[in-house]
């Protein structure tokens, strides 16, 4: 009788706690949804919003049109330029390589770059993934060629290669593309594949990222958004610019639903060992950047990124303690996704979202 009893004061208890995780559940869907739903109002977001805990996802939906002309809704299988985010598959991809003994951090780039000048023979690999090497950044007059042809990537390093340096190198912090292109070069010349086919077949496919990838601009991708920019209230396409421009820096395009494994992957050793994971996610003296990854160590630690593309937006914050992550990708080139992502995290963890972020 006692056992009976208990029995079913277990499954009461049990019931109980699986109709309050549930309530829970289904009140963040709904104030996440409202949430996102008013930028989709105001200012006409469009895009994917994604939120995961645990692994699981909490929160993910699609906001208005992937393709305007046709009216094709975005939807949670819809492909996003990454824009900036990209850099961390970058950093990745080095790591990759100091992993197999391929790739020293510490050693001169010009030991992987023998044309470089002499004012780079100080700086070494470490200090292009962190933003501490000085070199200088590109601006649309530095693309002698224009911006809508292809680049090799010789000649996308001869764009910066005769300017001066910023700083003395490891003395200053500077977020630049130009770095992140020149260790594209790296990971070409070290492993003998391309930028792009490393990444697919070291990274993507080994995690089963299947809808992650980096082409050709003019390549036909199945399922991805087009991006557009604001002509006073309507929208427009966005600029043309040839995606060999961002090789390293920019141009991977993937899910919201594959960057939530990808990250996954960095929650243990399936990917990275301890080593790699540890300098990814350790903040650089000076600044605060690690492998791809803004570091946050004060208040509630976090890494992030922001991603901006003629077209795309994206942000991305990983909560490690909380196992927390949420993402944000737009196609349109103004949408706050760093806004939007921010809210959605604080509403996850705290269960409010402070009035700055509506």
């Known amino acids: 009788m006692f056992l009976h009893t208990r ?113 780079w023979k100080q700086i070494t690999v470490r200090q292009l993934v962190t933003h501490t090497s000085g070199l200088p950044n590109n601006e649309l007059r530095d693309f002698t060629k224009g911006i809508c042809v292809p680049y090799t990537p010789d000649e996308l390093l001869d764009t910066f290669r005769s300017r001066p340096l910023k700083f003395k190198p490891g003395t200053d912090w500077a977020y630049t593309n130009t770095e992140y292109y020149l260790l594209a070069y790296i990971i070409q010349t070290v492993s003998g594949e391309s930028y792009a086919d490393f990444l697919t077949h070291r990274v993507f496919q080994f995690l089963g990222m299947n809808a992650s990838g980096f082409s050709p601009t003019l390549a036909v991708i199945p399922q991805m958004a087009e991006g557009y920019a604001r002509d006073g209230k309507a929208l427009r396409h966005r600029d043309y610019f040839d995606r060999s421009l961002e090789m390293g820096a920019g141009g991977v395009y993937s899910t919201a639903s594959d960057m939530l494994r990808w990250n996954e992957s960095l929650n243990g050793e399936k990917l990275l060992n301890q080593k790699s994971l540890d300098l990814m996610f350790t903040p650089s003296s000076p600044g605060n950047y690690g492998f791809g990854w803004f570091i946050e160590k004060q208040k509630r630690a976090k890494a992030y990124h922001e991603g901006s593309d003629p077209g795309f937006a994206a942000f991305e914050i990983r909560y490690p303690k909380e196992k927390a992550f949420v993402i944000v990708l737009a196609n349109v080139e103004d949408a706050p996704v760093r806004v939007i992502a921010n809210g959605l995290g604080e509403l996850l963890l705290t269960g409010q979202i402070p009035n700055d972020l509506k």
Request: hydrophobic share 40%; aromatic share 10%; proline share 4%.
């Open 7 to 119: 029995g079913k004061l277990g499954l009461l208890v049990w019931l109980t706690l699986v109709v309050t995780v549930n309530a829970n559940s289904q009140s963040f869907q709904a104030g996440a949804d409202q949430f996102v739903t008013s930028f989709e109002k105001q200012k006409g977001f469009q895009g994917v919003a994604l939120v995961a805990r645990n692994g699981k996802v909490l929160f993910q939906k699609g906001y208005g049109n992937a393709v305007e002309a046709w009216g094709i809704e975005n939807t949670p299988n819809t492909k996003f330029e990454l824009a900036s985010l990209t850099k961390q598959f970058t950093g990745a991809a080095i790591l990759l390589l100091v992993q197999s003994g391929k790739l020293d951090l510490d050693a001169p780039v010009t030991r992987y770059y023998p044309q470089a000048p002499e004012s």
